[in-house]
């Protein structure tokens, strides 16, 4: 039996709750380091099939996770419509700079298929490589999440609502852009063999108030309803995982009725009165040290009875030590 779909899919409170943490294969896995050096373009390992493939598996050959996550990152879709991506050493993403009008009007005219290919392919290697117990996620950035790198041309700042205020036509366009190319990216991975879908919203807790609705929610909508639409009798759940935004979650289970959600670790455990299936939330600072274990503890008392996913409340840190993500496993399950 496949604990995720039945937690996420028929909404059942599993005993234990199966397992999987955001950026589960990444650089806190030796194995996954060595194969890493190879590649001087972090964009050119998320495009080579062989690499997805077994940096994929890796955490789960290790710590028997219930679901696999596609290794991508979300930056691969500005990254393929044209604004070339770097990832430099302690300094994270560096985006080209582009002329907007260009870019958008070549980016909307744009089919993406064949430039998914390698991702596609290795999802259909990697479904076959994996047991029926385990799901296979997919994901992808939230517009409004991708589009602050983009703009910014790295790591979020100020400098996107300034765009905002002088760019409202362009930056709406690029929402449009994210959006849709977004939503046929995520149809394809579903195609391809995902049996889940998550959408990374990082920074929607940066959004004002008065703008969450053109920034967010309409955009989350199109996508929602684009996969309800192509899959109408077997659409996949989708988690969506917005950073501080719990506080919309009660008016966005009502609004989707299909959406399952990622809490973040300021979310206090005992405080979520969602009735929809979630997934969190602990602290990965917590997972540095033996503190994780009293955290981890108490998570599974109080979800007790609830349709959850055990995870971290963001991705695991490179400095995790591999020991307490065992123990970590073994509590849960125990
Ligand atoms: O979860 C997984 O294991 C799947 C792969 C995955 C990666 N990034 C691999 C990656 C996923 C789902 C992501 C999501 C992602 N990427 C997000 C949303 C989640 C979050 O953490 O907020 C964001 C904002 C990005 C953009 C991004 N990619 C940044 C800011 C960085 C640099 C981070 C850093 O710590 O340097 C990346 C690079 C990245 N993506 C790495 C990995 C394993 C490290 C790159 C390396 O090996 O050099």
Redesign the pocket.
Known sequence: MNKILSVLKYKKAENPPPIWL??????YLPE?RKI?EKFPH?MDFCLTPEAIETVTLQPITRFDFDAA???????ILPHLLGQKVE?I?GK??VLEAVNWETFLEKGEKKNLLGAFSPILQSIKTIRQALCKEKSLIG?I?SPW?IAT?MVNQK?YTEEVFKFYEENKTLFKRLLTLLTDQGSAFLIEQVKAGCDTVQI?D?WAGLVPLDKREEFLWGPLEKIYNKLQKTFPKNCPPIIYYG?GVYDHYEELEKRFPNLCFGVDETVDIQDITLTQPFQGNLDPEKLLSQEFIKDTLFIKEKIKGKPFIFNLG??IK?NTPLDHVYQLVEIIRK
Not at 22 to 27: E, K, L, T, V
């Open positions: 955001m950026r589960q294969a990444g650089r996954y890493r972090f996550i596609i290794f991508c990152d979300i930056l990832f050493a994270g993403p994901f950035g999440t790198y790591k990374f990082s950073r963001h991705g490179p």
